[in-house]
């Protein structure tokens, strides 16, 4: 395995995958801090949130500003852009296209389009528009574990033919080990061999970092991340780990460990997430983590065995 | 990489190593307990304690029984053994050979000799001692990340023609990366081919796991674990992540979670480890926990940027 990693790009998701755990009620001064720290680390992009319409989702209201991003906010929240380019993720059918402003009147400068495989033409009809309004794109395929090989093979055509920059592998329940990321990197890149490739790993099994390492010591470029490994459920691979080990010089370890420990290490006192047995269980069994999300709310948020039992007995159906 | 790891072993270091964190302040009832679910799990090898003497360390009235263990006392504890084997590790210097019973006369299965690079031979001298008087042996080369390449090539020959039957790969600071188990792994396979390997990896930059899974998967047999990874500072592979993802029918992941839920996490309440940022630190920097555990023991244990200046200040000598 080689080592070499100079080439990658560091995509810091803390506030777009972070607010899936406080609901994206962080402060501007919160989000403001935060940009300028990476900008000070040398991070590449910051995923400052979700570009869709809050017309097209329930419970909208509730949220933060950061779920539904606004263009004219995001000008008050970042008067002064740094090196640090600033993305946005939108889903299938939840973007209401007449929100997307040419680039040259948005401070965004990428925008990703995050769908499970059976949506990959509605996903790259999305990138088409994106690209034509001068952003950087990238297609985001969720579930890849829960995905079978015809179906990957028909989407590869598809993705093969389009305009997409970066195609990104997405470990959404944290079961990948690093023997499936050897593969399906190997795969991608042979099926692929004209797109840029990205990686997002989730912590259920403490394999974060270690996933996103070994896939972009295979060549993948974008690598997401976030900082003290806030996100949904387990988290995500550590910002501050990929700043500390990555090979190459414009990184700075400092001004993370300022925001973790100024901000992150409060906010966790309160939020919760990142390696509990329940996720490990979701994950090791490659499905979703939404059954023990539901059990963290409950008195009974420890109880292993019982979930265990519940998730792995025939009889008792649950869904994924 | 090939994803088999039916021929790997478990060992479950929580009482030995965890022990580095509560004084091996640990009830007969914990470690019976923890015994008996280990059988259930099919785990191979517990490493129930320290056999070095008391008589040889300083602060050893303090300490619980696990760090000078005496065969009565097992005996007591382990009435009946089960499948799963026991294990004890010494030191260089503090264990007295008058403590070693014949095997046959005492529960344990397995001795493991720890020792840094420079006292290979001395190490050998207790192997050949155990191994005579009928136990497994183990050499355990700690601080690997130190070690310049000539004096691993000096140890290898003379562990080429000891008795030992497993030679372990430490990583004592949590420094190590996938790149490097590869390397280190290849490396002892080429020098020393009668040998099986051990691995016992630290999780201080989140590759416990990780870097112990690469090593079975490159043909490691020994992997060093503990139970909900507790052990010194920032702690070790998860037994449980082991039982989950081993390629092998004997193992059950059920009792372990019933040790998690029922033990571990009320310890966990009370004791500290894990990833937590100062161990991170030293680890990425390739030193010896300690300046951190000073740190976790004082109020500004969570102030990571002074610290962090403090270790990568030039003119700041510290110990290593």
Chains 1, 2 share one sequence.
């Not at 972070?18 to 609901?23: K, P, Q, S």
């Not at 966790?268 to 047995?277: L, P, S, T």
Request: proline share 4%; with cysteine.
């Amino acid at each position: 395995m080689s080592a070499k990693t100079g080439h990658c790009k560091i995509v810091d998701c803390t506030i777009r995958d972070g607010g899936l755990v406080n609901n994206w009620d962080f402060s501007v001064e919160f989000v403001q801090h935060l940009y300028r720290r990476l900008n000070e680390a040398g991070v590449d992009y910051m995923e400052i949130g979700y570009k869709n319409s809050p017309k097209l989702l329930k419970g909208a209201d509730a949220a933060g500003p950061w779920r539904f991003l606004d263009d004219d906010f995001l000008r008050k929240v970042i008067p002064q852009k740094g090196n640090t380019k600033l993305s946005a993720l939108v889903d299938i059918g939840r973007v209401d296209e007449n929100d997307i402003l040419p680039r040259e009147e948005s401070l965004l400068d990428l925008i990703r389009v995050a769908c499970y495989i059976q949506d990959v033409d509605k996903a790259l009809r999305l990138v088409q528009l994106f690209h034509d309004r001068g952003y950087e794109t990238t297609l985001n395929i969720m579930a890849l574990s829960n995905v079978m090989e015809h179906q990957l093979i028909e989407a590869f055509e598809e993705i093969r033919n389009s305009v997409v920059d970066v195609v990104y592998i997405v470990d959404s329940y944290g079961s990948l080990l690093p023997n499936d990321i050897d593969q399906l990197v190997a795969k991608f890149q042979q099926h692929l061999p004209n797109k840029r490739l990205g990686v997002h790993m989730h912590n259920n099994m403490q394999m974060g970092f270690a996933n996103t390492l070994i896939g972009a010591q295979k060549g993948v470029e974008l690598l997401d991340a976030s900082v003290y490994g806030m996100g949904r459920a387990a988290g995500n691979c550590p910002t501050e780990l990929l700043v500390a080990n990555l090979k190459n010089t414009k990184y700075d370890l400092r001004p993370v460990l300022d925001m973790i420990e100024n901000h992150m290490i409060p906010l966790r006192e309160k939020e919760e997430w990142g390696y509990i047995i329940p996720y490990m269980i979701t994950g090791m069994l490659d499905e979703h983590p939404r059954s023990a999300m539901a059990l963290r709310n409950t008195p009974d948020k420890d109880k292993a065995v019982d979930f265990y039992d519940k998730l792995t007995t025939p009889e008792v159906l649950h869904d994924k």
